[in-house]
C-alpha cells in the first residue's frame, strides 16, 4: 500500500515535470530570436520556431518521409488558414515559408528586399562562389559570363549533335541490357552529356567516379547539417572535397595548357570560364570557376536526368498521351530534309505537344521543393512582417500543385497547358527572377531529344510499378525505376 500511496504522489509531480518541461523547450527559440524584435514580433507570421535546434525539421523530414510530403505544409494551413505566410525554424535558422504564387512572386523579384539566403551547410557543399553564394552584383556579372556559353542559341545548336549521339547510343545499350535501374543510367547519360559540354571528357572511369560523388554530395544537401561520420552532410562535405580537388587538377592542367600554346580540338565551357573577362577586363579565380563548375554540373544533370524518368513512366501510364506525343515526334523526323544527320534547334522548338509533357512532368514532380531568400530589412508582406536577417524559402510544391491554379492538381494532364501562359509566380520549376536557372534551356533540350528518340523506337517496362515513391532529396521510386528498355515493332 505505501508504494501504490507512493505512485500515486510522483505520478503527478513526473506529468507536471514533463509539460513544464515541454513548456520550456517550445519556448528557447521564441526567447533567441522572436524577444529581441521590439514591437516587430507582435506581427510576425503564424506559426511557431519548434524545438531548441532542431526547430521544425523533424516535421520536414517526417513529412517528406511517408507518401504524404504535403502534409507538412497542409497542417500550418489547417492551423493557420491559406495566408500563404508562415514562420517556421527550417535549416537552422528562424525562417518564414511562402506558399502562394503572389509572395513567392514577390520574394524571387524583388531584389531590393530579398537576397539569397541559402543555408550555410548547403553553401559549404554546393560553394560560397557560385550562384547561390554571391552577391547581387556578383551574380549579374558571373551570369554575364557564362549565360551564352550555355543557353545561348549558338552554343545550344552546337551541343545537339553530341546529345543526340550519346542517347541514341545509350538507348540501344539499354535495349540490351535486360533489368536495368533507369534512373541510375539516365543520370549517367545525362552526365556524361554536360560533363563533355564543360570538359570534353568522355572517360567512362572519370565520370562515373565524379558521378557517384554528386550522389553523396545531393543527399547532403537538404539533410540536417550534422558533420558526424553516418550522417549524409558529414558524407557531402567530403564528396565536396573529393570533386573540388578533381576540378582543381583539372583547371591547373588546362590553364598550363593555355600558357604552352597547347589547343584542343574542341573549345568547351572550361575554356569559355578561363577566358571570360567583365568590363573591367577581370577574369575569373579558379575557386569560382570551381564553384560554377559544380553547381552547372551537379544541376545539370540531377534535374535533367529525374525529369526524363518521370517524363517516361508517365506517357508509358498514359497511352493516349503517349500516343499523341509519338505522333508529333514522327512528324518532326519524317520532315527532315534529305541528307541531315540530327535534329536542328528549330525542331526542338517546334515540339509543341513535347514541350507541354515537359511543363507537366516539371510542375507535378517539382524537382526543386524551394528557393531560400533573406530579408535584407524588415519586409511588410500580407499583413505580417518578416524580420531583417530572418530566411525566406518559396514553397514551390504547393504552388505547383494548388488545386486553384492547376485543377485536379496531381493528375498529369498536359492538355492543361494548351493555349495557358501561366501567370508570373504559378509555375517556379527554374525559379523565377533575376536568379532563375542559368541552365533551364539546356536542360530542356537535353530532355527533349531524349523523349523524342525514345517516342520513335523505345518503350519502358517497370519491374515495380506499385513501387513507393521517397521524396528526398528529389522525388523518385525506391528501386530507382527498375525496368526493362524495349524496342517497340512499330
Not at 525529369?307 to 513512366?313: D, H, K, L, S, Y
Request: glycine fraction near 6%.
Amino acid at each position: 500500500m505505501l508504494e501504490m500511496g507512493s505512485v500515486l504522489v510522483w505520478f503527478p509531480l513526473i506529468v507536471f515535470g514533463f509539460f513544464v518541461l515541454k513548456w520550456l523547450l517550445e519556448r528557447v527559440n521564441v526567447w533567441m530570436y522572436e524577444s529581441k524584435l521590439g514591437e516587430i514580433k507582435h506581427y510576425l507570421p503564424p506559426g511557431d520556431l519548434g524545438w531548441p535546434f532542431i526547430g521544425n525539421m523533424w516535421s520536414f523530414l517526417r513529412a517528406f518521409k511517408t507518401s504524404d510530403p504535403d502534409s507538412f505544409v497542409r497542417t500550418y494551413i489547417t492551423r493557420y488558414g491559406r495566408n500563404g505566410v508562415y514562420r517556421a525554424h527550417m535549416f537552422g535558422n528562424p525562417s518564414v515559408i511562402v506558399t502562394t504564387p503572389e509572395t513567392c512572386r514577390r520574394v524571387l523579384t524583388d531584389d531590393d528586399s530579398f537576397q539569397t539566403g541559402w543555408p550555410k551547410s548547403t553553401m559549404e557543399l554546393i560553394g560560397r562562389k557560385s550562384f547561390i553564394g554571391i552577391s547581387y552584383e556578383e551574380h549579374k556579372r558571373l551570369r554575364r559570363l557564362t549565360s551564352a556559353p550555355v543557353n545561348g542559341p549558338e552554343a545550344l545548336s552546337a551541343y545537339i549533335p553530341y546529345i543526340e549521339e550519346a542517347v541514341i547510343t545509350a538507348l540501344e545499350k539499354w535495349s540490351k541490357m535486360g533489368e536495368i535501374e533507369f534512373l541510375s543510367h539516365v543520370r549517367k547519360l545525362t552526365f556524361r552529356i554536360i560533363m563533355y559540354i564543360f570538359l570534353s571528357t568522355e572517360s567512362e572511369n572519370v565520370m562515373d567516379a565524379l558521378e557517384k560523388e554528386y550522389t553523396n554530395l545531393n543527399y547532403g544537401v537538404r539533410s540536417m547539417a550534422i558533420n558526424l561520420p553516418g550522417f549524409a552532410y558529414h558524407k557531402a562535405l567530403k564528396a565536396r572535397k573529393k570533386l573540388v580537388a578533381a576540378f582543381q587538377s583539372i583547371v591547373t592542367n588546362r590553364r598550363n595548357q593555355k600558357k604552352e600554346n597547347i589547343s584542343s580540338n574542341k573549345e568547351d565551357m572550361l575554356d569559355n570560364l578561363i577566358e571570360a573577362k567583365d568590363e573591367n577586363e577581370r577574369t575569373l579565380e579558379d575557386e569560382e570557376i570551381i564553384d560554377v563548375m559544380l553547381m552547372y554540373l551537379n544541376a545539370g544533370h540531377e534535374s535533367s536526368g529525374h525529369t526524363i524518368m518521370w517524363a517516361t513512366i508517365f506517357l508509358q501510364e498514359h497511352p493516349e498521351i503517349l500516343q499523341k506525343a509519338k505522333e508529333e515526334q514522327e512528324w518532326i523526323a519524317k520532315k527532315k530534309v534529305p541528307g541531315q544527320k540530327c535534329l536542328t534547334l528549330k525542331e526542338t522548338r517546334e515540339m509543341e505537344y513535347l514541350s507541354q509533357v515537359i511543363d507537366e512532368t516539371l510542375r507535378v514532380i517539382t524537382f526543386s521543393l524551394t528557393a531560400f531568400r533573406e530579408a535584407k530589412s524588415d519586409v511588410h508582406m500580407n499583413g505580417y512582417i518578416i524580420p531583417k536577417g530572418w530566411k525566406v524559402l518559396t514553397w514551390f510544391r504547393d504552388v505547383h500543385l494548388d488545386p486553384e491554379i492547376y485543377p485536379d492538381p496531381k493528375k498529369f494532364d498536359p492538355s492543361r497547358w494548351e493555349g495557358y501562359t501561366p501567370k508570373a509566380g504559378t509555375f517556379l520549376p527554374f525559379g523565377l527572377g533575376s536568379r532563375l536557372c542559368p541552365g533551364n534551356d539546356l536542360a530542356k533540350l537535353e530532355i527533349s531529344i531524349f523523349l523524342h528518340h525514345f517516342l520513335l523506337k523505345y518503350r519502358v517496362e517497370r519491374s515495380n510499378p506499385a513501387c513507393p515513391v521517397m521524396f528526398l532529396p528529389h522525388t523518385r521510386p525506391k528501386d530507382n525505376c527498375l525496368a526493362r528498355i524495349t524496342k517497340t515493332t512499330s
